[in-house]
């Protein structure tokens, strides 16, 4: 005798509901409560895009990228956001990480708009603030651009004011400091203000030999889960396609968003999605031969303070079609 003749069709379907709801596996993400990364995970969870995919996400914020690396280190959390070079580096220790592309946007030098600066050369002696701390990669790409292109010691020549992406963008804005290397979402805000960019990081890392195409950030999720639940993890790369597709060309999705975003001008906000337009990376896999690149840069500008063992790319670091 069926459960549908037992309790009739009503009260079968909502059983079944339920136990399908029970077996819908659940996606726990900890991010920057105010990071970019937001925005996406709001356009997935709004339009359902998680579940079209078979999962259910929870976003939870944290204070800043070290509590999400702690949870997710201790198992507390299933996914978080950082950069490609941080899970080499895990790999290399051995702990099986695995990179899913998320945004290839970095930041830049900004100056005011009336400074007489043209390019890095002219910040001798000037103080420059940078977001993050000596190894910031942004700062390490600069510091080898300058060297190469104006046989210039950018550390040396300077001098350095390090501290968090809002302390940056407000000793800027007051002339605090001569010039600013913060993140891309700052950048947008500092150039809305009316200051403008000196040299971007992309630009800097082209002329190096590298591929600004090469996504930095991405969501980092354990091989474990690769292996056990590859659906899921292949669903959380799918959703973020799709979440990008729609924040590349839909106006509307944006106007939603902009309560969150924390933009106090329009010209604010429009550079902001502008600028996360620009750092969508393109689909397909990932150039291994040139993030190999990078992270050989990295490693003879940070050492093993910022790549620790990985002197070479860990296979399996990023997550590829058909992965």
């Known amino acids: ?41 709001d356009t997935i969870t709004h339009h359902g895009l998680d579940a079209e995919q078979g999962f259910d996400l929870e976003v939870q914020g944290v204070a800043g990228s070290s509590a999400a690396q702690i949870a997710f280190q201790g198992g507390e959390t299933d996914v978080i956001v950082s950069d490609w070079l941080w899970v080499a580096r895990q790999r290399a220790a051995g702990r099986d990480y695995v990179f899913i592309p998320y945004s290839k946007a970095v930041g830049g030098v900004m100056v005011a708009k009336d400074s007489p600066a043209q390019s890095l050369a002219d910040l001798k002696g000037t103080k420059i603030g940078i977001a993050g701390g000596p190894l910031d990669k942004s700062w390490l790409i600069l510091r080898a651009y300058a060297e190469k292109t104006h046989g210039m010691d950018l550390a040396g020549e300077t001098e350095q004011v390090f501290g968090a992406p809002p302390l940056i963008f407000k000793s800027a804005l007051s002339g605090e400091v001569g010039a600013a290397i913060n993140f891309w979402h700052f950048m947008a805000k500092m150039e809305a203000s009316g200051m403008r960019t000196l040299i971007d990081v992309a630009e800097a890392a082209t002329d190096l030999g ?114």
């Open 1 to 41: 005798m069926t459960i549908t003749r037992i309790l009739g069709g009503a009260a079968a379907a909502v059983i079944m509901a339920t136990a399908a709801l029970a077996e819908t596996p659940v996606l726990r993400a900890s991010v920057l409560k105010f990071g970019t990364v937001n925005w996406e995970l």
């Open 210 to 323: 590298l591929d600004p195409e090469t996504p930095l950030l991405g969501y980092v999720i354990t091989g474990e889960m690769l292996r056990e639940q590859p659906d899921l993890v292949n669903g959380l790369a799918a959703a973020s396609r799709a979440a990008k597709d729609m924040l590349a060309s839909d106006d509307a999705e944006w106007d939603r968003l902009r309560a969150r975003m924390n933009a106090k001008t329009d010209a604010e906000f429009e550079a902001l999605k502008a600028g996360f337009r620009a750092g969508i990376p393109a689909p397909g896999p990932v150039d291994e031969a040139a993030a190999a690149r990078m992270l050989a840069l990295m490693a003879d500008l940070g050492g093993e303070a910022l790549i620790g063992e990985a002197t070479e790319l860990p296979q399996g670091t990023f997550l590829q079609s058909g992965s």
